[in-house]
């Protein structure tokens, strides 16, 4: 509300003077303050204690400031009456003044205690704030304490002020608006205008005599309460006072309780029912009023008292003396202490001439409705100040969907395509009408299901008597169909190149002589060129001019070129392009010729990249290759293993007959060097077959203590037949080296898998570097290191991510099975160890294994271990029974005589079903088996030996095809020795075993 407007209210002096003397009377602070000002318009019953401590000193007066600021924000916001506390303890709050759903002026109220703070808080708050204590506590003391329930009941009475405030305006802005509406309305205005004067003068006349009756109240009323010394008597001041107030509002009030029954009213509600108060106390709407207009009454109580909120409605109403009035009332819940509801108080304005002002201009404004309602052309008339929309056509409806009740209130920009367009409009369209000029704009618009439309917008003012612009006229016209139109024009023409941008394969347009017309951007994608890049060029000399090797491709084999010649399609499976950058990319593609009037004028080719899916099928081939290796090396593995296993036999029967004649003759005799000789061949023979086995992968896994350094000495001379002429092995081995717990034939092996592909990695030659070192551990013997160098090609990051996988090699077709470097991997693992890699393109590779040390054993010189020499069996060992099983029958009669020689008892089987007997039948100190018989394998009888305490079971092997009876063995922990064996390993483990 304009301050100059609100001024212009002539009952505010009336008002100011009830104000006043409400805060004379109760002791309370009111003031009036107009929306957006800091400081109230007028205020009444300032306290001290704010106005000479808390506003005036400067820390203070910041925190005051905020908390009126804070109540303004709150009572804007909610639009409701409110009730704050400031940080020093004092209570106040305020009600709105709503005019047209627009908060206009507030009516504050406050400066009081709801109880009296300690006298020691409050000379420690001035202390805080650099003031006089006795004269903050004085000041203080003069604040008024009252409870919360009369706090809320004086505010909710400020709040009917704020509402007949609102109505007055509103009748006087309707009444004014309506007058510059329609010229011939200025003489009926001049009438309403005299009444409302009359009215205002009769009103002020009442005010003042109903402020003198305040004012001698209020004197009456302090005489009273200095009087007072019970709480009855000053409770039953505030009733009267209260009642007194009502009956000085020339609003009508009343109060209800929870039956509907009259509990108060003021004197203005008596004189409209047309009886006295006493006799409407008690009764209900029933019984003194109408029944239609009881029915509404009670309708809207239990609406308040079932909701518990605000309810506002109009009506129609018989007076006394049957006088028809047009009524708005608003009722408000009453609670008790509790929160219940025990009632309610309404107010009523009269709206009865609103009514009929409004009835005339009906007739008025109907013929300019059915003219502005039947024009085509939307017409949306808007506020010039703040572009709210005042009224909308039945064509503003078709066009935007909304209703015009949806319309009305809203801002113009909730039809604008966005804010930025509202406003560049409402720039162009204010420049252009302040200079007289009409104004035309295309733009598009906003439904209100959230379509645009295009429309065309015309915008001029509307002016009052004094030529100042009012309001605008907005005409607004859709063509959106003329636009649609023109839009279809250009997809249609559009619409071919949208669809070949689109597809996923490579599109490529030529005319009659092969130059390139079009190219999709999937094709750009492929080749590598823009369309604009090849636009006008030779497909063939540019893309087609080779086949995949490099070769030059004839124009007249170009599948491509053909099509032009015989106009036929023609596709290829499988071809190369040429891309920008030189690269080959393979391609299949279908050339279509394009025919105008039986001509071929053109040809489209559709192509795609078929790179990808031609590695997928090499690499698939690649893999079928591996897996048929991989099966081609299984089974040599075994014939391999086959052949290792009778070689076996027969290297057990000449090692152990050559050892058994070395220690039946003297090395004087001339025989004992021969012998020596088979011995020494034997062995040889002996590391020939582990290799075959190692091959094979079917050696079985016996751990021992191992010298590393003696291993790779002795493989020395077969590693030389695995390189080439133009390569060199050299070793450096680290002296005094600890032994490590493994299987030689599985670190042989391993040697021998990282020389060959040393080897590999060095097409031109080089060197091979085999080393050992002692690398120290966190614990125990630390590690012996076993290092395999190259000077090769190297390897880059990718290849050693993948180095250990099984099938993985960058060896060409039939260059390897990819198995070598995983089956390295996997027999360091099983023997506790790691493997290391450094590499690099270029600058070779150096494989390095790390196995466990054990103890500090050292392996420096040769071993006089008494294990490794011919041992003697004890003395009690002569007495001991044992029962061979072997079914090769040179290596039964060679280990037989062995054992006999020991001095032990022998039984021999030939197979599993004999041996089983021989267990069921008789007793033995040990059961010595092959492991593979012919009608079964020897670990079989180990579930046998387990309930016979006194036997032990030794296991003999040169060859198994079963992996899984190996890991058996060594899960059992049952002693195993491998074919071919020595006499004296044989003869130290039995010694061991009895």
């Known amino acids: 509300m304009d301050k100059e407007n609100f001024l212009e209210l002539q009952s505010i002096a009336a008002l100011q003077e009830i104000l006043e003397g409400y805060a004379r009377i109760t002791g309370l602070t009111f003031g009036i303050r107009r929306q957006g000002d800091a400081a109230p318009i007028i205020r009444f019953g300032a306290r001290r204690l704010c106005s000479e401590f808390h506003m005036a000193i400067p820390s203070s007066a910041e925190a005051c400031k905020r908390k009126h600021a804070a109540l303004a924000n709150m009572i804007d916001a909610s639009k409701q009456t409110t009730i704050v506390q400031c940080e020093y303890g004092l209570w ?29 808080s409050l000379r420690e708050r001035a202390m805080r704030l650099g003031a006089d204590p006795d004269a903050y506590v004085e000041a203080a003391l003069e604040v008024p304490v009252i409870s919360k329930e009369r706090l809320e009941a004086c505010l909710e009475h400020l709040s009917l002020i704020a509402e007949l405030i609102a109505s007055i305006e509103v009748a006087r802005r309707r009444a004014e608006g309506k007058s510059r509406e329609l010229e011939e309305e ?12 009359e009215a205002k003068s009769k009103l002020e006349q009442e005010v003042e005599r109903q402020t003198a009756q305040l004012v001698e109240a209020n004197a009456a009323l302090q005489e009273q309460v200095s009087k007072a010394r019970s709480a009855g008597e000053a409770l039953e001041e505030q009733v009267h006072f209260l009642q007194s107030v009502m009956d000085a509002i020339p609003l009508p009030i009343f109060i209800k309780d929870i039956e509907g029954r009259y509990t108060e009213c003021n004197k203005a509600f008596a004189e409209i029912k047309g009886m006295p108060k006493d006799q409407l106390i008690g009764k209900t709407v029933s019984a003194t009023a109408p029944a239609e207009t009881a029915r509404i009454c009670s ?49 009523v304005i009269d709206l ?84 007289g000029e009409g104004f035309t704009s295309m733009q ?70 092969g130059r390139v017309t079009f190219l999709n951007p999937a094709g750009e994608a492929i080749l590598g060129y823009t369309q604009e890049e090849l636009l006008g060029r030779n497909n063939h000399e540019v893309l087609h001019h080779k086949r995949h090797d490099g070769s030059p491709y004839p124009e007249d084999s170009c599948p491509i070129l053909r099509c032009f010649k015989d106009g036929e399609i023609h596709r290829a499976k499988e071809d190369a392009f040429w891309r920008k950058d030189g690269s080959m990319v393979w391609v299949s593609y279908v050339a279509t010729p394009i025919k105008e009037d039986g001509r071929t004028t053109g040809a489209v080719v559709t192509f795609q990249d078929i790179t990808e899916q031609k590695r997928q099928k090499e690499e698939w081939d690649r893999m079928n290759r591996q897996l048929q290796e991989a099966q081609k090396m299984r089974a040599i593995g075994q014939l391999a293993g086959g ?25 004087s005799n001339p025989l004992f060097p021969r012998v020596e000789e088979i011995k020494r061949a034997a062995e040889k023979a002996s590391a020939l077959t582990r290799q075959l086995l190692a091959f094979s992968r079917r050696q079985p896994m016996a751990k021992v203590p191992v010298d590393v350094n003696q291993l790779i000495t002795d493989m020395l001379k077969m590693l030389g037949r695995l390189v080439e002429e133009n390569m060199e092995i050299k070793t450096d081995l680290a002296e005094g080296l600890p032994l490590v717990e493994a299987d030689p034939g599985q670190l042989e092996q391993v040697v021998m898998n990282l020389v060959v592909n040393a080897r590999d990695a060095m ?84 494989f390095r294994v790390f196995l466990p040390a054990i103890h500090d054993t050292c392996a420096s010189g040769p071993s006089d271990d008494p294990l490794l020499s011919a041992v003697p069996l ?75 305490p006194g036997t032990k079971l030794l296991i003999t092997t040169g060859y198994s095809d079963k992996v899984e009876h190996l890991e058996e063995i060594e899960r059992q922990a049952i002693p195993l020795i491998q074919k071919p064996y020595s006499f004296k390993e044989f003869a130290a483990l039995l010694a061991e075993l009895l």
């Not at 909304?402 to 966005?418: M, N, R, V």
């Not at 079914?887 to 005589?897: K, N």
Request: charged content about 25%.
């Open 92 to 120: 106040g709050g305020g009600t709105p003044v709503i005019v047209d759903g627009r908060h206009v002026a507030t009516l504050l109220m406050g400066q009081v205690f709801l109880s009296r703070p300690s006298t020691a």
């Open 186 to 197: 200025v003489a009926r205005r001049s009438r309403l205008e005299k009444v409302l004067e």
């Open 299 to 347: 309708a809207a109580d239990r609406t308040v008292f079932l909701h518990g909120k605000v309810h506002k409605y109009e009506s129609e109403t018989v007076l006394a003396g049957g006088k028809t009035a047009y009524l708005r009332f608003h009722k408000v819940p009453l609670f008790d202490r509790q929160g219940k509801i025990k009632g309610l108080v309404a107010t």
């Open 352 to 435: 009865t001439d609103l009514k009929e002002k409004e009835e005339e201009l009906k007739s008025a404004k109907l013929l300019m409705e059915k003219i502005f309602d039947s024009i085509d052309t939307a017409i949306i008339l808007a506020d010039v100040r703040n572009h709210i929309i005042l009224a909308c056509n039945p064509a503003a409806e078709r066009i935007f969907g909304y209703t015009e009740e949806e319309l009305s209130g809203q801002p113009i920009w909730l039809l604008q395509k966005d804010m930025d367009e509202f406003q560049r409009f409402a720039k162009e369209a204010r420049k252009a009408l302040e200079k």
């Open 444 to 513: 598009e618009m906003r439904r209100k299901d959230g379509s645009l439309v295009h429309c065309l917008h015309t915008a001029s003012f509307i002016t009052d008597d004094q030529g100042d612009p009012f309001a605008v006229v907005c005409m607004i016209r859709d063509v959106t169909a003329h636009t649609e139109t023109k839009r279809m024009l250009r997809h249609l023409e559009s619409r071919h190149e949208l669809i070949l941008a689109s597809a996923g394969e490579g599109i490529m347009g030529l005319d009659s002589q």
């Open 643 to 667: 052949v290792a296993h009778d070689f076996n036999n027969i290297l057990t029967v000449i090692q152990g007959n050559a050892e058994i004649a070395s220690l039946l003759i003297d090395d």
């Open 763 to 846: 097409p031109t030659g080089g060197a091979i570097t085999i080393s050992t070192a002692h690398a120290p551990g966190t614990r125990g013997s630390g590690f012996v290191m076993l290092s395999v160098a190259d000077e090769g090609t190297g390897m880059d990051a990718e290849t050693l991510e993948r180095l250990f996988e099984p099938f993985f090699t960058t060896k060409g077709v039939g260059g390897g099975t990819g198995l070598g470097l995983s089956v390295v991997h996997g027999i360091v693992e099983q023997h506790g160890g790691r493997i290391v890699v450094d590499s690099s393109p270029g600058k070779g590779s150096t």
């Open 874 to 948: 004890p003395e009690s060992a002569g007495r001991k029974r044992v029962l061979l099983v072997e079914d090769d029958p040179d290596v039964l009669m060679m280990t037989t005589d062995m054992l006999k020689g020991m001095g032990l008892e022998v039984v021999t089987a030939r197979d599993l079903s004999r041996a089983k007997e021989l267990l069921r039948e008789q007793a033995f100190d040990l059961v010595f088996t092959d492991l593979v018989l012919p009608d079964g394998y020897g670990l079989e009888l180990a579930e046998l030996i387990k309930p016979l």
